[in-house]
């Protein structure tokens, strides 16, 4: 461990209204709801939510999604684009038949919103609001303000600081008692503005960054793999583009920060603590092993 | 054990003990686990190398077979992942999920079932066959030319077809031609059915056998490849799309589907893997 590091990934901390319970978690989109995994084991742990600190939910929207046609997701020898389209089952089926699981399992959970307008983060907000006000497992949420994939918002939504200020300001006022994140896409110039935005909306933290914008050719017939022709790209090719992203905000906006993009190790990990972050987010690599959080959170003992 | 109902998902650091082709393009892996694993006909585990080497996704292969701590996998090389697997010799390290996956069920009581198993599609039905098969049930073996053929693995109460005749060992026979018009030849022959069919391979094939099935009036399961990027539900990218519309999940969902639910118009032109 390096001489600077004087954390404890373990131990509660509070993010606005809210004591969370660790500082390593699950990306979103990555962990699925949080209900996955729970009969998976592996001889080092007896579970992959061993020392997990929050599942972040895969993202909700206020209709279900089936998301986009196929081909959706591509490796690359650095990472992967991914074409998902926000595929999910809705709010109304989440809070109706998987909220009630993932209490009983008491996975502790930051639930994932997106929606086309700022009304609609504070109605989806609020309902959360109204159902799961009495969950212990229930954390905060995070509004997606920047998938790539969906042509009605996605990205361009994502990009404009007004409007994540509207978002964030809808959602406010239903979650007294929770943490409120903004997932910021990394697909602009500068970052810093979205996540003043975000602090002057009323948001407790950011989520940086959010994927990358790219495209990849199949050469056999010249065109693009994803039949969107662009997704989002993920994995240990956007480690040091979050850094910088992390940076920008944690220098010029003081506003609390979870780290995310390519991170696997604990390696990964202790940059973004070198930076200032108040978590940090697995993603990708959570894919592809399911222990991937967890072996990184036993990695990174107290001191 | 190599029987019985898997225990549960594990994920564990294997070693390789062997690594060589048992045709001109196929190759047979095996890996000893610090466990023994048990797995049911069809279910699959993700393999991946481990630390720096590990690729962004592990690949899915069917399980060809458990002994103990001993798992064998059939695979030809197809890709940047297959290729570095190719390369991976005794004593290398590679993480085992599994078993995942839905898997091929028991025979039916009430009449015979018809195996078609395509190219490295082999390893489901034919620990299937090993495991259930009885005297009443049939199984073709489609591959590329008699040189692609693995045939110490094919089961001796089999049929082969061959694309292509090149390379068909001396004493060894096989039909000229793919496993679905072996399998109408045959049938034509008698007994004519009614049977299930399961079937394993390329995407073409296993359209053809769901064709086959359904103008028999015949039940058909699917083995369904696709690319895969977690093998546990939670990435969505293994979507296989369904007759009605929607999708199902190849790793969690299938690979073994009731051909009756996909849509192979749509599952086709999406690039279902070939």
Known sequence: ?303 | MSEGTPAGRRWLTGIVVANAPVSHGMRVIELELPEPVAFLPGQFAMLNLVGREALTFGRPFSILAAEGERVRFLYRIVGRGTALLATSGPGLRLSFFGPLGVPFPPPPADRPVLLLAGGVGLPPLQIWWERHGRSRDRAFFGGRDGADVPWSLIPEAWEVSVEKKDGLPAGREAFSGLVTELCRVRLAAGPSGPYVLYACGPMPMLRDAAALASEQGWPCLVSVEEHMGCGYGVCRGCAVPMAGGGHGLACQDGPVLDAARVDWERFDRSGGAT
């Open chain 1, 1 to 303: 461990m390096p001489p600077w590091w004087s954390g404890d990934v373990g131990v509660p901390f509070r993010l606005g209204p809210r004591l969370l319970p660790g500082r390593v978690w699950t990306a979103s989109g990555c962990f699925g709801y949080g209900l996955s995994g729970h009969d998976i084991s592996s001889p080092e742990f007896g579970s992959p939510f061993a020392g997990l600190g929050v599942v972040v939910t895969k993202t909700l929207t206020p209709s279900p999604r089936p998301g986009n046609p196929m081909p959706r997701l591509v490796e690359l020898p650095c990472g992967a684009l991914n074409s998902i389209g926000l595929e999910n089952v809705g709010l109304a089926a989440f809070l109706d038949e998987t909220l009630p699981r993932l209490q009983e399992l008491r996975v502790p959970i930051v639930v994932s919103l997106a929606a086309t307008r700022p009304a609609e983060f504070g109605a989806m907000a609020r309902e959360l609001q109204e159902t799961a006000c009495n969950l212990e497992n229930w954390h905060g949420v995070e509004l997606n303000l920047s998938c790539p994939n969906v042509a009605e918002g996605g990205i361009d939504f994502g990009r404009d600081p007004d409007t994540v200020r509207a978002c964030v300001e809808a959602a406010r006022p239903h979650l007294p008692d929770r943490a409120l994140l903004a997932k910021l896409t990394p697909n602009v110039a500068r970052i810093a503005p979205l996540a003043a935005a975000a602090r002057d909306g009323g948001a407790d933290g950011v989520t940086a960054i959010n994927t990358v914008v790219g495209l990849d050719v199949d050469l056999r017939t010249g065109r693009p793999v994803l039949p969107r022709r662009c997704g989002g790209y993920s994995g240990s090719a956007i480690l040091p583009i979050a850094l910088a992203k992390v940076d920008e905000i944690v220098r010029e906006v003081g506003l609390p920060v979870v780290g995310v993009g390519g991170i696997a190790t604990a390696a990964d990990a202790l940059k973004f603590f070198a930076l200032g972050v108040v978590a940090v987010q697995v993603g990708t690599a959570q894919m592809s092993d399911p222990f991937a959080a967890a072996r990184l959170a036993a990695a990174l003992p107290p001191r």
